[in-house]
Nanobody
Framework: QVHLVQSGGGLVQPGGSLRLSCAASGSRFSIYAMGWTRQPPGKQRELIATMTDTGPTNYADSVQGRFTFSLDKTTMTGYLQMNNLKPEDTAVYYC??????????????WGEGTLVTVSS
């Protein structure tokens, strides 16, 4: 079983940057797919970035060009670098992973969520 622990987040001014981390742990596992979603206050959850073991990294239009998703396979830690943040990026951010299949549609692990607030 894979366990995901998130870190990062907090309060940042518009135009600023933050980096979120998502550390995977468990017994004899691998990560075949990982991604990030976010849920703004009072709104539905949005899928913002995904990657699979063999495929490209994909981004939602709302974050394309500002966010960068990477996976350090030596530490099994995913990173979401968020630049040029806007107030509309304010949300609880969740990472997820699939340790069985290279599919982002059926994750088997979720992080606990971390709040990002963009405000002056």
């Amino acid at each position: 079983q894979v366990h995901l622990v998130q870190s990062g987040g907090g309060l940042v001014q518009p135009g600023g940057s933050l980096r979120l981390s998502c550390a995977a742990s468990g017994s004899r596992f691998s990560i075949y797919a990982m991604g990030w979603t976010r849920q703004p206050p009072g709104k539905q959850r949005e899928l913002i970035a995904t990657m699979t073991d063999t495929g490209p990294t994909n981004y939602a239009d709302s974050v394309q060009g500002r966010f960068t998703f990477s996976l350090d396979k030596t530490t099994m830690t995913g990173y979401l670098q968020m630049n040029n943040l806007k107030p509309e990026d304010t949300a609880v951010y969740y990472c997820f992973a699939n340790s069985v299949l290279p599919s982002v549609a059926t994750p088997n692990a979720w992080g606990e969520g971390t709040l990002v607030t963009v405000s002056s």
